[in-house]
């Protein structure tokens, strides 16, 4: 439903105009002004459609998205749990709306440090996706990274490899995100003890991120590095990989990287 398809006297008109003006709001970071107008179309919704309607449930799961990147994380988790089972119920548990809604759950429970919470949910999310839009979706190789992540913290180094690999030929273009991918990989081999093979992936990511200007992923690349060279007491080149580290680590405070890996990809949205 867009505002063009709905009469201008409906009360709907106004809600889809608010979530309008949201999604600009979200687009110039402005979350508080975001919340506002998410509420506001929210008791339109309710009042209008009803709290069990689809639309309902879709823009609460808007709202929560506003509300992780505000640090609000139990009202995100609030408006979530009111969002999963209105969405389960009206489509299906697997429906790909479904999955948004897992994916923010599982997002506030790595920022609250509760990643053997955020595993299971994560996982879920990435079959749905996986289901509905098919892997090579940047939706779905998203949530995939995710579950690696959330595998890789939780010291779980061979399932977040196996994950990893399973979505690496997609990544595996010129604009993809490739080099974060070797890099999480690295850091699962280095779990693993495979360091000749985390030396090499490193290595690779290192050189494809300092292309890219992503100069706080060269200091990790560099410190990890550092920690393999040190394990295998090559002091020297571990005190260069260590300089190389701070160096980069202050280039990244001066030339700060965007957060999305997808930043600069051409796979299917």
């Known amino acids: 439903m867009t505002v063009t398809n709905v009469s201008p006297s409906s009360p709907m008109y106004e809600a889809l105009a608010l979530e309008r003006l949201a999604n600009l709001a979200i687009d110039k970071l402005n979350w508080s002004e975001a919340a506002r107008l998410l509420l506001e179309s929210l008791a339109i919704r309710k009042t209008a459609d009803g709290a069990n309607a689809p639309g309902y449930a879709l823009t609460l799961d808007r709202l929560a998205e506003v509300y992780i990147n505000q640090g609000k994380l ?6 979530l749990s009111q969002a999963l089972p209105i969405l389960e119920t009206a489509y299906y548990p697997s429906h790909g709306s ?3 809604v897992l994916e923010h759950q599982g997002d506030c429970f790595v920022s609250l440090g509760q990643f053997a ?3 299971p949910i994560f996982k879920r999310a990435a079959e749905i996706y996986i289901a509905s839009v098919t892997l090579e979706n940047r939706m779905t190789l998203r ?3 995710k579950v690696a992540k959330v595998c890789i913290s939780l010291g779980k180094a061979s399932d977040a490899k196996a994950v990893l690999l399973k979505a690496l030929k997609y990544v595996d273009t010129p604009l993809g995100p490739v080099a974060e991918w070797h890099y999480q990989l690295a850091l699962a081999a280095m ?3 495979e360091f000749v093979e985390a030396r090499g992936l490193l290595q690779v990511a290192a050189a494809d991120f300092k ?4 100069y706080a992923r060269v200091a990790d690349c560099s410190q990890s590095l550092a920690e393999i060279c040190r394990s295998a007491s090559e002091n020297a080149e571990a005190d260069e990989w260590i300089r190389q580290s701070v160096l980069y680590g202050l280039k990244a405070v001066k030339s700060p990287y965007p957060n999305d890996i997808f930043l600069a990809t051409l796979l299917r949205a």
Do not use: K, P
């Open 143 to 145: 949530c995939m990274y």
């Open 98 to 100: 479904v999955a948004s």
């Open 191 to 193: 779990q693993l003890q």
């Open 117 to 119: 919470d955020a595993e």
């Open 74 to 79: 139990a009202e995100a988790m609030e408006v």
């Open 211 to 214: 292309q890219r200007s992503n």
